[in-house]
């Protein structure tokens, strides 16, 4: 994707947020934006998803999901149904079966939700229900899918299985939001886009940012190490 000129202005604010920023964002990788907090990546990433309006040329544009930091989803519910709430949109289906699963979704996902099929929400720890949520999503069918911080409240086992069904796809574009530097290890290849100052400063490949990382200001960006 190519993002050229982009100038934002909050409402009621009186200097853009955003102006012409430009910069390229790779596609069928992974990209990980960091910066600070109040950076404005969230602004960025709804910019980007058509849900804010601003001036420039964003091409060419993706169908796209979102998923942010809050998915909520009631206590009383069965994995099963998030299920079906899920896929059965995106296929038409009103039941789903582990049988019928099998053939919609990819082997890790399958793999970690068949022992918590009919298993309710208030049975699972949080990182479980976020799991669940995340790894669903994943198996909808988008040209650019964002991730907001999907790591954050879930231990390093379940961040490995998400990474695991975000490389079974790699014919997507990603662009996660992260404040651990341990989640870019997991991939062999990806792009960091670092936002400082209401600019991309650096936009950088996963050599030059190893290279770079242990004297550079990019670690303000992170929280764990």
């Known amino acids: 994707m190519d993002i050229e000129q982009l100038t934002y202005t909050f409402p009621k604010a009186l200097q853009p947020f955003f102006k012409d920023l430009s910069f390229q964002l790779p596609e069928h990788q992974v990209n990980f934006l960091i910066g600070q907090n109040g ?3 969230t602004t960025l990433v709804d ?3 058509g849900l804010r ?3 420039g040329h964003i091409t060419p544009t993706l169908t796209n999901i979102y998923l942010n930091q809050q998915l909520p989803m009631l206590t009383s519910i069965r994995v099963c149904d998030v299920a079906v709430l899920v896929l059965g949109i995106e296929t038409g289906r009103r039941r789903l079966t582990l ?3 099998a ?3 990819d082997g890790p996902t399958l793999a970690f939700l068949t022992p918590i099929w009919e298993r309710h929400y208030r049975e699972l720890s949080g990182g479980q229900r976020k799991l669940v949520q995340l790894l669903l999503f994943l198996q ?3 040209e650019l899918v964002v991730l907001d911080e999907p790591t954050a409240m879930i231990d390093r086992e379940h961040a490995a299985t998400l990474f695991t069904v975000m490389r079974a796809h790699p014919d997507r574009t990603y662009l996660m939001i992260t404040h651990d530097v341990r989640d870019l290890a997991a ?3 990806y792009q960091v886009l670092w936002l400082a100052d209401h600019q991309i400063k650096a936009s950088v490949d996963r050599a030059t940012f190893e ?4 004297q550079s200001a990019f670690m303000q960006a992170f929280q764990t190490v």
């Not at 290279?211 to 242990?214: E, G, S």
């Open 99 to 101: 049988a019928d699963l």
């Open 53 to 55: 309006p601003f001036k």
């Open 47 to 49: 910019i980007l998803l």
């Open 187 to 189: 991939f062999p290849a």
């Open 39 to 41: 950076a404005g990546k």
């Open 140 to 142: 909808v069918d988008r």
């Open 211 to 214: 290279a770079a990382l242990p």
């Open 103 to 105: 053939s919609l979704v």
